[in-house]
């Protein structure tokens, strides 16, 4: 019952002092509480153990101390020295990747950005509480990135250890959530989902160059970028701006002072003139719907984009079987403007088109919906961008991708030029994955422990004898 | 064979095989949920959503989704053994027989010590050496990445050396055992969550980074040098 009692004062005062280290809103508090466990232990140690306590302290503090000494001064030098060999530059960048393919390497032109990088830069990963977190693979990578620059630094966030930090960052960040990363630097911000080389250094180039204003095109019948309901626009610009993109509404009259101009999903034909001014716009046009009006079915029709037949909705998309309605995008070309669109694009209803010199981008199964060509970004789906399909995760990234690299199409051109073959997919079935569970928790286990059961018989005999 | 004192100890006990198929189920049982876990993930993806492109999807790729979570579990079990093995280093029985050592033979304190850490080390190497069979089995269905694995096992073992070098000192400083994984356990477990985790990261993905390693053994050698220090005061002033 004693060593129970001890054993349990023991596990008490493990628990206070991992708490020291995890909960720094209360560091304080819990530091007091330590020192008084401490005096408890000392006392009940005293009593407990008196004879072990003195010749514990004595074998530190008391004659053998001079011995101790200078064994002391040579850790103490030893562990300078190796802090000091940690942050050698030549030598934090010497190492040895031993993968096949470089999985995590970081790629030429990543590289000769971060190098030029002369701004301080942080990144922030805040840990996801009940979904998979990737803590490990984002210092490993940013251990990676910050080989090529000093600027870089970064640390990790626990949304529950860290709540006071979190709640301040989330104050700033709205649109912030578990799993996503921060980048600060200076007063700006942006936020990222998707862990990963490209965009963590697109990320950081956004951020480094301030916000990126595109001229939103109103008065058509696009969702208002105030209103909350689920045909509003609202969501939509504040997740672009936590992601450095701000939404500036125009009229038609602004739209030639506009390096880029986004039409979210218009229900109103836009006039003649209008369609004579979208003709000579110089800049580049992100338009997004709209397909079945008259006046932009005529406007595409100049450009040499027509459009075909209204798409039938998408079942047999297997992520999206709970979903009632909508077309899925279920096929995506190679092409930087599709970067980390994941668990699929959900429109309302979507059409067709046809482009001879366009390039494609993606589309359903059996017809192109998204392309591009020479200063026009083109989808063809409808109610993208409104609040209610902004839920689905890829929407968003369709449109910040279109968005991003509208206004900089030389910036993504250079961070394509490296392309790895990609893992090796695999699928395993039922019946094998059982037998891994077999073999792997019941029958290997029971090998080793059969092994165990011949040693020791074994070397029992032998002491016998 | 007095050298390999230690591992006779620890191969003639029963216990040790009991809980070596207990951390062979645990980590079979780790990379099977780890497995499962894949092929979950890999149903969101089908051919017909992404078509060949989803080959790009680096995160997807099975050598770098299992492996590193795998190799971090383990890192979590080294964490939680090594207190409890270097603690026992200094047991009665185990010292009387190193005094009995040390008087009889050329062998210097050293020596010993750098002769159990190694132990702990051997412990844990014979340990992961049936952990083989995964990646074994992996290999009938995909190509593994080994080079990777390499990097992670080299990763567990000097974790195991460099955690091990940190409990000797309080493990063959002879105080009551409990209270000398009690020790440990902290030491071990502030230490790691705060500063040794994070280094280890590189490791995972098939990185091996010459700053850290040299900072491993260093470290390490600099925690034997101190363990030397008390074991020789300990003998001298009893």
């Known amino acids: ?465 | 064979m007095r050298t390999f004192r230690e591992f006779r100890e620890i191969f003639n006990t029963p216990a040790f095989y009991i809980l070596a198929a207990i951390f062979l189920a645990l980590s079979g049982y780790k990379f099977y949920s780890l497995l499962i876990s894949y092929t979950d993930l890999l149903s969101m993806y089908p051919d017909y959503i992404f078509g060949t492109e989803v080959k790009q999807l680096s995160d997807i790729d099975v050598n770098k989704f299992l492996f590193p979570k795998l190799f971090e579990f383990y890192s979590y079990m080294i964490v939680v053994a090594v207190p409890v093995l270097s603690s026992s280093l200094g047991h009665e029985r185990l010292y009387e027989l190193d005094k009995l050592e040390l008087s009889a033979s050329n062998v210097t304190e050293l020596s010993l010590i750098i002769r159990k850490l190694l132990f702990v080390c051997s412990i844990f190497f014979v340990l992961f050496i049936p952990t083989l069979i995964y990646p074994l089995f992996l290999s009938v269905f995909t190509p593994v990445d080994w080079g990777l694995l390499l990097s992670s096992y080299i990763g567990v073992i000097l974790l195991a050396f460099m955690l091990a070098s940190l409990c000797i000192p309080v493990g063959l400083s002879r105080i009551n055992f409990t209270v000398s994984v009690f020790l440990n356990l902290v030491l071990v477990i502030a230490t790691f969550v705060y500063f040794f985790e994070p280094l280890f990261s590189s490791f995972w993905f098939g990185i091996v980074r010459l700053s850290i390693t040299l900072f491993i053994v260093v470290f390490s050698l600099a925690f034997l040098f101190f363990a030397r220090r008390i074991y020789v005061s300990t003998r001298i002033f009893g």
């Not at chain 1, 960048?93 to 999985?103: P, Q």
């Not at chain 1, 060509?373 to 399909?389: M, P, Q, R, Y």
Request: with cysteine; proline share 3%.
């Open chain 1, 1 to 465: 019952m004693k060593r129970i009692l001890l054993m349990l004062f023991y596990l008490l005062g493990l628990f206070l002092f991992i708490s020291i280290f995890i909960t720094p809103e209360y560091r304080y508090r819990i530091i007091l509480a330590f020192v008084l466990y401490l005096v408890c232990l000392f006392l009940v140690l005293k009593y407990t153990s008196k004879n072990e306590i003195i010749s514990f302290y004595r074998s530190i503090f008391g004659a053998r101390f001079k011995n101790l000494l200078p064994g002391i001064i040579v850790f103490i030098l030893i562990v300078t020295a190796s802090f000091v060999l940690l942050n050698i530059k030549q030598l934090k960048t010497t190492k040895l990747d031993l993968t096949n393919k470089g999985s995590i390497s970081v790629s030429s032109s990543s590289a000769k950005y971060l190098e030029q990088l002369n701004k301080d830069v942080e990144v922030i990963y805040v840990r996801p509480v009940n979904k998979e977190d990737n803590r490990s693979y984002f210092i490993a990578l940013m251990e990676e990135l910050r080989d090529y620059s000093n600027h870089v630094s970064y640390r990790t966030l626990h949304p529950i250890i860290n709540t006071l930090e979190y709640s301040r960052l989330k104050n700033k960040v709205s649109s912030l959530v578990p799993g996503n990363f921060v980048i600060l630097s200076g007063e700006n911000y942006l936020v990222g989902e998707r862990l990963g080389e490209k965009e963590i250094v697109r990320s950081i180039s956004r951020v480094v160059n301030g916000d990126i204003v595109v001229c939103y095109a109103k008065g058509n019948g696009e969702p208002d970028l105030n209103d909350f309901s689920e045909k509003g626009g609202a969501i939509m610009y504040s997740m672009l701006s936590d992601r450095g993109i701000i939404l500036y509404p125009v009229m038609s009259g602004d739209w030639n002072k506009c390096p880029v101009l986004f039409f979210a999903d218009p229900s109103i034909d836009i006039k003649e003139d209008e369609i004579n001014k979208l003709i000579e716009y110089k800049g580049m046009l992100v338009l997004f719907g709209g397909v079945e009006l008259a006046s932009f079915k005529k406007f595409l029709s100049k450009k040499g984009i027509s459009i075909l037949g209204k798409q039938k909705m998408s079942f047999k998309d297997y992520a999206l079987r709970d979903y009632e309605g909508g077309v899925v995008l279920d096929t995506f070309y190679d092409h930087p403007l599709l970067d980390g669109v994941k668990g699929g694009v959900v429109t309302a209803y979507g059409y067709s088109v046809d482009c001879k010199d366009c390039r494609p981008l993606a589309g359903t199964s059996d017809a192109l919906m998204y392309l591009g060509k020479d200063g026009l970004v083109l989808f063809a789906g409808e109610k993208t961008s409104t609040n209610f399909f902004m839920r689905f995760n890829g929407n968003l990234r369709l449109i910040y991708n279109a968005l991003f690299f509208s206004f900089a199409p030389e910036a993504y051109m250079s961070f394509t030029e490296d392309k790895s073959d990609g893992p090796g997919l695999f699928a395993i079935s039922p019946r094998y994955l059982n037998i891994i569970l077999w073999v792997c928790v019941v029958g290997f286990p029971l090998l080793f422990l059969l092994f165990g059961v011949y040693c020791f018989k074994k070397s029992k005999s032998l002491k016998l004898k």
